[in-house]
């Protein structure tokens, strides 16, 4: 259960449209399912009051959705973030990829997301509706008549497992109280892999790589993949290709697209989160994360505004590429 | 069927200014490397896209070595530093897919250090000619 | 389609030896694109560029492959061969079968195999290939020179004389630097003013010449032959036109008690002052930190005396923007300070002294009118030590210190002791050395005549300690030579003080995007064969703030750096290097990834209008690179997410066409 209710957004929302501070609302709705959330853009108070939707299953980071939409939208727009959003969204601004003056950012608390597939794991398949506004979620699916009661602690997604932040780095106004950095286990499954031989490390991501069906759903939702045209769909870029024609491409797709969003990858785990073949691709971000902290020194992308990127940064006494190998952790 | 020798094929971007000038200086002074060593010219190591590592790799490269300026010595001022970091990340994570890590390599050679060139390729395309065929790249995506 | 040639040189047997050239250029011929394919003795021969010119008009070529030596060696040649026979200079690509071949390779089998490889990988690149023109950049025929001391007046002076305007950029109120503060210079011994008030007075009478005195560089923009400079004058809250530099406020001024930073705060001036009596411009400058007008407004004495009427108590900071095609950066240097080395008490005694002081006490203009007193008590020193490598030659470990030579102080410290016998021959003097460096024409002669005429104590070891005690100063000194401790009663100390570069010269650095070492000292663009050139084009460096330097040395790179210059202003426009990078508009975010590693600040950001697929238009941040500052190092390409940043001549497909052929 998720401590601000879903009534307190629509209400925050309705009178932010009502006093003209914003023209339209960024926020979430119904999809096919229960769990499968969409966003979306509201007008007016009553699009809000029939489709707003605020649950343990509205992980998507709409950070990536200012790009486009203020482009498009006349006046500002407002935009509810999580914690972790707000890291996408200075990022983005670092970035210069949205015009900050068109957005009215609320920040708001969040108890950490549900994954579906760990539901589907405790309630079997066939869910026909889910409730989550009580303590407990009630999954109710279409062979029992009683619903499932699932502790939200036992579901959570991965990445609110190891939920690296509460705390708000961008709002222009804020709901509830903000949290605090977290000291997270996140880069534990990394350190796992790095300990395992290379023999093993390359049956490990053999083995998870192989189910990649290119369907570029990673890139999609990334709020680091926000080019103009991406290499992978550019003619000229000698690696363009979107079905497995060009073997480069459907090997190399994951290297390069974790080296483009290295340094700029926020960790908000939204590549894990839609892929429908569940490869674990915040691995491979970690993985960069975890070695510039480790070579360069902490560093946290979209942590505050402005600040240089390791990748366009150095320093003369830098490690050289060979050391890598010498810091034992094969 | 007629089976092949095995002969690594290694890829060398040298930068125009220090690395390449390297390697004319070791055919200066006729210090011999072998020839499955090719070079590629670009103007500073930082030209270096992580892009045509893999892609060397993936048309079926067994090594790949880029050479630049010493840190410091950059005809750019800067360029190699970024490359430093930009192929320490790239090798680190390609150590972490499992790929062996003994065929990356980044060094610095100057314009004065043909025979460091020369003894550099050699230590390389022996260290790429004991690993064998480079099959992991192009398997990574198929389960066998 | 292009329509390659390739042309297979034997170079001799340096190629032939060990490459089968005709399989080349038999096995090349059947690559895509190329259409005529041969081979001859020597390409690059008045008979072999006759060869290509020829081939070009009969097969209508487009493209040219030679596989021949280095392009390092060649490349300047074949590419006027193919300008001559009327296509474009860019659209030829070297193979090198020599150096990274035939040369390597003792096999002609697998040498030949190579050099094939290596044809297939050029004759892919030039199917690339696109023609390229150097861009063209107008001049401003106008220089800037930052720092008025000995360097920028002597490079203000060459450019002038060449009839090129200059401005000279000073932050003091005079120019002359730190020559000016000195006494007499090594090794002739004729004196600094003598010399160098001449050369302050033609820079002033030179119609040619501007000087912004007791102002500051706060911004450049623009690019070689073409920047905008933006200028700080402070406010000297005096009307600089109207003052004659009479000198009657300064005598009036009642706030006499400011330390006299010209004589090192050895003495004191008033608060409306004029640094010394040749300054140029000689107009006087009110100190608003110790003026009572400016202050609480109580006084107003300068403004009652002075019959000029020049006094403006309401001046306020004025900036100036002007466009330059050339900058020369002339910041020179300062002594290091001494807080850190107690050892030598410089903070406990007033008799322990820097050699800077040195100059000024002996200076018949300084605060002694000339005769050496020690400044605690005014008595004359019957002994004096001096010190050397006081903070040079430190071990990287040393903090308070710098790793390299200061270069000046052996011979300044050879000329103080000397004089200091010729003048006082009852002064014992003692100096203590690493090493004694006189490399210079007449030095070493210079410092015998210390040693061996005057009878200065040259002692080789270094001072340990130096301890005040009543009015003598103990100082503790190992003689290494003869392997003993000595005690000696000083009543002066000397410390040759290291040389830093001037503060202000680490911000100017960034504004300018030129280069610095670890000491701040300007980076040279090749340190034997442009070494006053930084490698930022069109900024040049002159003086100490390139590296340390004595005044002989600083003179000649300042005409050296002048003479740059007036090579570059001479140039009606500049054509750069066509390879340079360039941002597809289409696919830039506008992210400023590539703003961030350009060491050159080649790209700038503009706000463009784009109309859009759905017949909307919308405003995108876009990425422009100038080609007339851009360098061409590629390393912007490979920061851009996108793509849309790639380098000509070196354009990504080009590459991979390279790595595809070579691995195919």
């Known amino acids: 259960m998720q401590k601000i209710t879903r009534d307190q957004l629509i209400e925050k929302a309705a009178s932010l449209l009502a006093n003209g501070t914003v023209s339209c609302v960024l926020g979430w709705q119904k999809g096919e399912f229960d769990y499968d959330i969409t966003p979306a853009v509201f007008d007016t108070e009553d699009e809000l009051k029939a489709n707003f939707v605020w649950n343990d299953f509205c992980g998507a980071n709409f950070s990536k959705y200012l790009v486009s939409k203020t482009k498009k939208c006349e006046g500002k727009i407002l935009v509810f973030l999580k914690a972790c959003d707000t890291y996408s969204f200075n990022q983005l601004l670092t970035e210069h990829r949205f015009d900050r003056e068109k957005v009215y950012a609320v920040g708001i608390p969040c108890e950490g997301m549900a994954d579906i597939a760990k539901v589907k794991a405790i309630a079997g398949d066939g869910i026909s509706s889910i409730d989550c506004s009580g303590e407990k979620m009630a999954v109710t699916t279409i062979y029992e008549d009683a619903p499932v009661m699932i502790d939200a602690k036992d579901v959570l997604a991965e990445r609110c497992v190891n939920c690296k932040s509460k705390k708000h780095v961008a709002y222009d106004e804020l709901m509830g109280e903000d949290g605090d950095v977290i000291d997270s286990a996140r880069f534990d499954e990394v350190a796992k892999i790095e300990a395992m031989t290379p023999d093993e490390r390359f049956a490990f991501w053999q083995n998870e790589l192989s189910r990649c069906i290119r369907c570029n759903a990673c890139r999609d939702i990334c709020p680091a993949c926000t080019c103009e045209k991406c290499v992978f769909d550019n003619p000229n870029s000698s690696v363009e290709n979107k079905s497995p024609a060009n073997s480069f491409e459907e090997k190399m797709f ?22 429908p073949q569940h490869i674990p691709l915040h691995l491979l971000n970690r993985k960069f994360i975890k070695d510039i902290d480790s070579f360069y020194g902490d560093y946290q992308a979209g942590a505050e505004v402005g600040s240089r990127a390791p990748l366009v940064n150095y320093t003369t006494d830098d490690l050289e590429p060979g050391e890598v190998f010498e810091r034992g952790d094969n | 069927m007629q089976v092949k020798e095995y002969k690594p094929l290694i890829v060398a971007f040298c930068c125009n200014w220090c690395s390449y000038a390297g390697a004319d200086l070791a055919g200066n002074n006729r210090l011999s490397y072998p020839a499955d060593v090719k070079i590629i010219r670009v103007p500073c190591s930082c030209r270096v896209n992580p892009m045509f590592v893999l892609r060397a790799f993936q048309r079926g490269a067994d090594g790949v070595i880029l050479c630049g300026c010493h840190p410091g010595d950059c005809h750019y001022t800067s360029g190699n530093y970024y490359t430093r970091r930009r192929m320490a990340l790239l090798f680190s994570m390609l150590d972490y897919l499992g790929i062996e890590k003994e065929r990356t390599r980044v060094e610095w050679v100057s314009a004065a250090e043909g025979a460091k060139f020369a003894a550099t390729m050699n230590d390389f395309a022996e260290k790429v000619a004991a690993l064998g065929e480079n099959k992991r790249l192009e398997d990574l995506r198929c389960k066998r | 389609m292009q329509r390659i040639g390739v042309f297979v040189c034997w170079c001799g047997s340096n190629i032939a030896g060990t490459v089968d050239v005709q399989a080349v250029s038999d096995a090349l011929k059947n690559e895509p694109g190329v259409v005529f394919s041969t081979n001859y003795q020597y390409m690059c021969s008045q008979a072999g560029q006759n060869m290509i010119k020829d081939a070009v008009a009969e097969h209508k070529l487009t493209g040219i492959v030679v596989c021949s030596c280095s392009p390092r060696m060649h490349e300047a040649t074949f590419r006027k061969t193919a300008a001559a026979a009327g296509i474009n200079p860019y659209m030829v690509e070297i193979a090198n079968i020599r150096e990274q071949c035939s040369w390597v390779h003792k096999d002609m089998v697998t040498g030949t195999e190579k050099a094939i490889i290596l044809g297939k990988a050029a004759v892919a690149k030039v199917n690339l290939n696109t023609p390229l023109t150097p861009g063209e950049s107008p001049v401003t025929k106008r220089a800037l020179v930052i720092g008025g001391g000995i360097a920028g007046i002597q490079t203000a002076l060459d450019i002038a004389d060449a009839g090129f305007p200059v401005d000279i950029v ?55 032959g073409n920047f905008d400079v933006t200028i700080k004058k402070h406010a000297r809250y005096v009307k600089e036109d109207i003052c004659t530099g009479c000198g009657a406020c300064t005598e009036k001024c009642p706030m006499k008690k400011v330390p006299n930073e010209f004589n090192l705060g050895m003495d004191n001036r008033s608060a409306i002052y004029i640094p010394f009596a040749q300054a140029v411009p000689k107009v006087a400058t009110i100190d608003p930190n110790y003026c009572n007008m400016l202050k609480n407004g109580k006084c107003g004495v300068c403004s009652k005396v002075c019959a000029a009427g020049a006094i403006d108590y309401k001046q306020q900071d004025e900036f100036i923007e002007e466009k330059y095609g050339a900058i020369v950066v002339a910041t020179g240097f300062n002594p290091i300070s001494m807080d850190k080395f107690d050892e030598f008490a410089y903070n406990q005694s007033k008799d322990v002294i820097t050699s800077l002081e040195f100059e000024r006490l002996t200076n018949a203009a300084g605060p002694t009118a000339g005769k050496l007193l020690r400044p605690s008590d005014l008595k004359h020193p019957h002994t004096i030590v001096f010190v050397q490598c006081v903070g040079s030659r430190c071990d990287a470990c040393a903090e308070k210190g710098k790793e390299y030579c200061s270069k000046i102080c052996c011979m300044y410290t050879a000329k103080h002791a000397m004089l200091t016998r010729d003048k006082y021959p009852d002064t014992d003097v003692y100096v203590f050395y690493i090493d004694v460096r006189t490399p210079g024409k007449n030095f070493d002669e210079f410092y015998r005549r210390a040693v061996e005429e005057y009878g200065v104590h040259y002692i080789k070891g270094m001072v340990g300690k130096v301890t005040p005690e009543g009015d003598k100063l103990k100082v503790q000194a190992s003689d290494l030579l003869a392997n003993k401790q000595l005690h000696i009663d000083a009543d002066l100390v000397v410390l040759a003080a290291a040389i830093e570069p001037d503060k202000s010269a680490r911000p100017l650095a960034t504004m300018l995007t030129a280069s610095m070492d670890t000491n701040d000292f300007f980076t040279e663009a090749h340190p034997k064969l442009r070494p006053v050139e930084s490698p930022t084009a069109g900024v040049f460096l002159s003086g100490a703030c390139q590296g340390p330097k004595d005044i002989p040395e600083t003179v000649s790179q300042a005409g050296a750096a002048a003479s740059k210059v007036i090579g570059l202003l001479a140039k009606d426009k500049l054509t750069g290097n066509p390879c340079v990078a360039s941002s597809n508009e289409l696919m830039c975010n506008g992210c400023s990834t590539c703003e961030r590693v350009c060491p050159y600040g080649a790209i700038t950001y503009e706000n463009k209008e784009f109309r859009m697929p ?9 990425a422009v690179v100038n080609p007339a500052v851009c360098q061409g190092c590629g390393c912007c390409t490979v920061a851009c997410p996108s793509g849309a940043m790639d380098l000509r001549g070196f354009a990504n497909s080009q590459i991979i066409a390279e790595v595809d052929a070579i691995c195919k």
């Open chain 1, 254 to 275: 994951h290297i390069i697209r974790a080296f483009h969003v290295a340094g700029r990858c926020t960790d908000c785990g939204e590549c894990s989160r839609v892929c």
């Open chain 3, 170 to 224: 000073e932050k003091k109120p005079t120019i002359g630097g730190k020559m000016a503060q000195l006494d007499k210079t090594f090794p002739t011994l004729d004196c600094a003013a003598c010399i160098l008030t001449p050369k302050m007075v033609d820079v002033a009478q030179n119609d040619k010449i501007r000087i912004f005195s007791y102002s500051e560089v706060t911004d450049v923009k623009g690019f070689v």
């Open chain 3, 614 to 622: 759905d017949r909307t238009t919308a405003i995108r941040r876009i």
